[in-house]
């Protein structure tokens, strides 16, 4: 069966395709737990058979991918904030964040900014977002065909998936072109975890390894560690630091707008299309893959950028993106431990987990 290109591309590209139109395991103080010995594939049906449905924690995100951290942008995620801004977080900052998942469809993170906190509630066909530094709410109705009120999960936010939602995407997207093996037992928020690790057989990619931490008892991936080739210490990573597998209290999931607060009404169906996207009309040319697995290279063509996006009018982010940008024959590079992103002359972005001479030679440069 065919897949869809997003589906398709390994999951540690996508902030890359963000940027263009997540995750440290500590060593454990105390010897590895002993536990029932799984196999690779004991331990990819264990986490698709996961029994977690509601539970509570602090999840901390860090990226180390080679770049300097850049001044915060400010800004919700979901609302005044464009999708460059929302990359560069991911990618040169690191975040704190705490999760509540409930059943019925509710789910609420607050993502802790230094003196500020931004927030999405979901609570059944009710979205909330809130930036508390720019004193502002977003309230969304989702209507019954709304692709976020019929999936399996609540959607939780971009800049703070779960370990569970990464290790999802990578799974998803899981092909001959991965190794799949076991390593040794370890512990995670305090509880002890198999590792699950996925190691790319090309030699031509920057992803040297993935290694999920899967809760023995519940098995729910608990921490998502990606390595760069050559690099020592971990290039990207989220886990959870704590972790409760109780029902929240379901006053987490009920939000109401500070007084004064500019409140922002909203409705989504599934004929809408989400929020800062590029609306493609039939006929209008469709990305491309060159590669295969973990050495693919996504090219997007000229004119298909996301509204928001690098270079995009309007974009206040575009200054601090300049930053990260390196002047090449034919156009801009940005250059991670983990992705590239070139940037052609003229508008074509080419994004993969490779390099970026092999990007500008898949644009013909």
Request: glycine fraction near 8%.
């Amino acid at each position: 069966m065919k897949k869809s290109w997003t589906r398709w591309i390994p999951a540690v590209i996508v902030p890359a395709i963000v940027v263009a139109g997540a995750i440290i395991i500590p060593s454990a103080a105390d010897a590895s737990p002993r536990l029932p010995e799984k196999s690779a594939q004991q331990l990819l049906e264990f986490i698709a058979a996961s029994t977690a449905t509601e539970y509570s924690g602090t999840i901390e995100q860090s990226s180390n991918l080679g770049l300097p951290q850049l001044p915060s942008i400010g800004g919700s995620s979901s609302a005044g904030r464009s999708t460059t801004a929302t990359a560069l977080d991911l990618l040169t900052a690191s975040h704190t964040a705490r999760v509540f998942v409930g059943s019925d469809h509710r789910a609420r993170v607050q993502v802790l900014d230094q003196l500020a906190e931004r927030d999405i509630v979901v609570n059944g066909a009710e979205v909330w977002t809130w930036d508390s530094k720019a004193n502002t709410a977003t309230h969304v109705t989702l209507a019954a065909d709304s692709p976020a009120k019929t999936a399996t999960a609540p959607p939780t936010s971009e800049l703070a998936k779960t370990p569970a939602e990464l290790a999802t995407q990578l799974l998803t997207s899981l092909d001959p072109s991965t190794v799949v093996t076991v390593s040794d037992t370890a512990r995670v928020a305090g509880r002890p975890v198999y590792q699950l690790v996925l190691t790319p057989r090309s030699g031509t990619t920057l992803v040297g390894s993935v290694v999920l931490a899967v809760d023995s008892e519940t098995g729910m991936p608990l921490g998502v560690t990606i390595s760069a080739v050559g690099q020592s210490e971990p290039a990207f990573s989220v886990q959870f630091s704590s972790i409760d597998f109780s029902a929240p209290d379901s006053s987490v999931f009920a939000f109401t707008a500070p007084v004064g607060a500019k409140v922002a009404e909203k409705s989504l169906s599934a004929s809408d299309a989400p929020e800062g996207s590029a609306t493609r009309a039939e006929g209008t040319p469709q990305p491309t893959i060159t590669g295969s697995g973990w050495s693919s290279i996504v090219a997007l063509p000229a004119g298909t950028m996301p509204v928001g996006a690098a270079g995009a009018p309007g974009d206040s982010s575009s200054k601090l993106l300049d930053q990260l940008l390196t002047p090449v024959a034919g156009g801009k590079v940005l250059q991670t431990s983990l992705v590239s992103v070139f940037l052609a002359a003229d508008g074509r972005v080419f994004i993969g987990a490779v390099s970026a001479d092999q990007l500008q030679a898949a644009a013909g440069q």
